[in-house]
């Protein structure tokens, strides 16, 4: 069996039985540790921030009921990086998330960010990237392991392939989710949703992202970072992010809300409908739409760049563009939204529900 289609047939394992479970499963992964210290300034060690956090954030979701958390590592030891991947896909998680320290030569360079999977020419972006996936300079085999990965190649680094791509839309609204988290309970500069292509994230299939929670080489971030209460803060708004997700993709995908009767009370499914005025199955003032791609480049909302769907809107949120298509007050109407865009093969497409301007939780959209 190839590596493609062994991907593959976990895929198939993981979707079957995320279906079957009403627990909402993340895997939090501490980056570094063992020998490999991560990043080292000021006394701060990347390796121990990483791990204090991805613990305390563990300990404030093992609180919520309905949520399983799956560990990399929960202790100092070094664990490689196709290992954390084997980790999470087995144990057939709903969302990845691995947590680091970032670190600069200007030392004056401050601020998180969140990183998706992606490839980028950007050289801030790539020199991040370079440096998370040096450790397998401490793996043996590696480059047998990883087709011949060079960590301080560029082009190694935008050739990783984007493996499961389909999973891109959800990792971009987590990751936006952490960034206003942080932005909420720190005083860090947020520094934004970026792409860049991360071994550790390369065969991850469901959704994913590595948090860089700030600088070690800052002397006053890498202080913060170093803290008890500064690990709290973190911790707070990782754990408030992935609550966030969960609410907005998991408890409709788990059966909570009823969607079949739902949909039995609507009118017949239409294309491209204008919106409609029937509130009976959506809180009022609240209006959907479907979230059909996301992209760091804009697009002119034209027919032709989105596979002949008309009714196109964007939005710009830390640096990304979010396209949206449809706009309806029936929540049913935006299913059949969905359906249409699925069929023109954006299969990673999802609804929003929006009211007063602001996105809010569909689970609230539709009490």
């Known amino acids: 069996m190839t590596k493609l289609a062994q991907l593959l047939f976990v895929l198939l394992l993981t979707i079957t039985?995320?279906?079957?479970?009403?627990?909402?499963?993340?895997?939090?992964?501490?980056?570094?540790?063992?020998?490999?210290?991560?990043?080292?300034?000021?006394?701060?060690?990347?390796?121990?921030?990483?791990?204090?956090?991805?613990?305390?954030?563990?300990?404030?979701?093992?609180?919520?009921?309905?949520?399983?958390?799956?560990?990399?590592?929960?202790?100092?030891?070094?664990?490689?990086?196709?290992?954390?991947?084997?980790?999470?896909?087995?144990?057939?998680?709903h969302l990845f998330v691995s947590m680091h320290c970032n670190a600069n030569d200007n030392q004056a360079a401050a601020g998180n960010e969140t990183y998706v999977m992606g490839v980028t020419r950007n050289a801030a972006n790539l020199e991040?990237?370079?440096?998370?996936?040096?450790?397998?300079?401490?793996?043996?085999?590696?480059?047998?392991?990883?087709?011949?990965?060079?960590?301080?190649?560029?082009?190694?680094?935008?050739?990783?392939?984007?493996?499961?791509?389909?999973?891109?839309?959800?990792?971009?609204?987590?990751?936006?989710?952490?960034?206003?988290?942080?932005?909420?309970?720190?005083?860090?500069?947020?520094?934004?949703?970026?792409?860049?292509?991360?071994?550790?994230?390369?065969?991850?299939?469901?959704?994913?992202?590595?948090?860089?929670?700030?600088?070690?080489?800052?002397?006053?971030?890498?202080?913060?970072?170093?803290?008890?209460?500064?690990?709290?803060?973190?911790?707070?708004?990782?754990?408030?992010?992935?609550?966030?997700?969960?609410?907005?993709?998991?408890?409709?995908?788990?059966?909570?809300?009823?969607?079949k009767d739902v949909v039995k009370k609507e009118e017949p499914k239409k294309t491209d409908v204008k919106p409609s005025t029937d509130n009976k199955t959506a809180v009022d003032g609240v209006t959907f739409k479907v979230q059909i791609s996301a992209s760091g480049k804009k697009l002119e909302t034209l027919p032709k760049n989105f596979k002949g769907l008309k009714n196109i809107s964007i939005e710009k949120e830390n640096a990304i563009y979010k396209y949206f298509y449809g706009t309806t007050t029936s929540y049913a109407i935006a299913k059949q939204l969905l359906a249409d865009a699925n069929a023109k093969g954006y299969s990673s497409s999802f609804i929003v529900a929006i009211k007063n301007g602001k996105k809010i939780k569909l689970s609230e959209a539709i009490k």
């Open 128 to 259: 991040v990237a370079k440096k998370e996936n040096a450790v397998v300079t401490l793996e043996s085999d590696y480059k047998i392991k990883y087709d011949g990965f060079d960590p301080k190649s560029p082009e190694s680094v935008m050739g990783i392939s984007i493996m499961q791509e389909e999973n891109i839309q959800q990792s971009i609204d987590i990751a936006g989710k952490v960034q206003q988290a942080f932005t909420k309970f720190t005083t860090s500069k947020n520094r934004g949703v970026k792409q860049a292509g991360f071994l550790v994230l390369r065969e991850i299939i469901m959704p994913r992202v590595l948090i860089e929670m700030g600088f070690v080489s800052n002397k006053n971030e890498g202080a913060f970072l170093n803290s008890s209460e500064g690990q709290n803060k973190l911790a707070e708004a990782i754990s408030k992010a992935i609550l966030g997700y969960r609410d907005d993709f998991f408890k409709l995908e788990s059966g909570v809300t009823p969607k």
């Open 17 to 93: 039985a995320q279906s079957q479970t009403k627990k909402f499963k993340v895997v939090l992964d501490a980056g570094h540790g063992g020998k490999d210290y991560g990043a080292t300034y000021h006394g701060n060690i990347e390796k121990k921030i990483s791990l204090n956090t991805v613990l305390k954030v563990g300990e404030i979701l093992s609180k919520e009921s309905n949520i399983e958390v799956v560990y990399t590592r929960k202790t100092d030891v070094f664990v490689e990086l196709n290992e954390r991947a084997n980790i999470a896909n087995r144990s057939k998680g």
